[in-house]
């Protein structure tokens, strides 16, 4: 089936530090999604993008859908603890296609040190 | 309202029990999901609901049974279920058709333990 290639994996990191982390594949999407879950809670959605190079900014988060549609990189600057938690990509390729193609990467695990 | 809300938080159940889980959300969203999430991997879908009609089953196994009895809820029913069934369940819900691409809203999950 299709695959998102999330990297890194896991991040550890000082408080104030930026974060960069990145979601390719070898499909197209057409839309992109971060969610971030926290342990024992559902995804929550920060950022969603619909169009080909848009940047998209919330609080300290910023995220862009790629040039090509087929990756997409979240930023989050000046970490603070309470970013702690796993972030995931998540995409959809097909456009008023079928319902549940909503296709993850494998989530990106962040500590911040404070 | 704009939350997805799960019942129970958690579950403990014997392998021989019948448990339900409860879904229920009023942002007027046509579709439901059905998602299991294992410790550290992301969410795996089960089952999509679109316009409380079951449109896919993930081949899951028949002893996970949902049912969507109307357009605000989804249940999932458990019954005769493996200790390797422990995991998170999340419901989430989104617009329906091209819509769903505006992103789906989760619930908080339940945690489900088999003993």
């Known amino acids: 089936g299709q695959q998102l290639n999330q990297s890194p994996q896991s991040m550890f990191i000082q408080e104030g530090e930026d974060v960069s982390m990145n979601c390719t594949s070898s499909s197209i999407f057409n839309t992109w999604l971060w969610y971030k879950q926290d342990p024992g809670e559902g995804p929550v959605l920060l950022i969603a993008l619909y169009k080909a190079g848009e940047l998209t900014s919330n609080g300290r988060l910023t995220a862009q859908f790629g040039i090509t549609r087929k990756d997409s990189f979240l930023n989050i600057s000046a970490s603070i603890p309470s970013d702690v938690g796993i972030y995931f990509c998540?995409?959809?390729?097909?456009?008023?296609?079928?319902?549940?193609?909503?296709?993850f990467g494998k989530g990106t695990k962040l500590s911040v040190k404070p | 309202d704009t939350e997805v809300t799960q019942t129970p938080k958690h579950l403990v159940m014997g392998m021989t029990n019948k448990k339900s889980l409860k879904c229920e959300q009023h942002m007027g969203h046509r579709a439901m999901y059905w998602y299991k999430q294992k410790a550290k991997k992301p969410p795996e879908l089960m089952f999509v609901y679109s316009y409380e009609k079951l449109s896919i089953n993930e081949s899951v196994p028949s002893r996970f049974s949902p049912e969507c009895p109307n357009s605000s809820l989804l249940n999932l029913h458990l019954h005769a279920l493996q200790p390797e069934d422990s995991a998170l369940y999340l419901c989430?819900?989104?617009?329906?058709?091209?819509?769903?691409?505006?992103?789906?809203?989760f619930g908080s999950g339940t945690r489900l333990t088999v003993v």
């Open positions: 989430a819900s989104s617009q329906a058709g091209a819509l769903a691409n505006y992103g789906y809203t």
């Open positions: 998540a995409g959809q390729l097909e456009y008023g296609g079928s319902q549940g193609n909503l296709i």
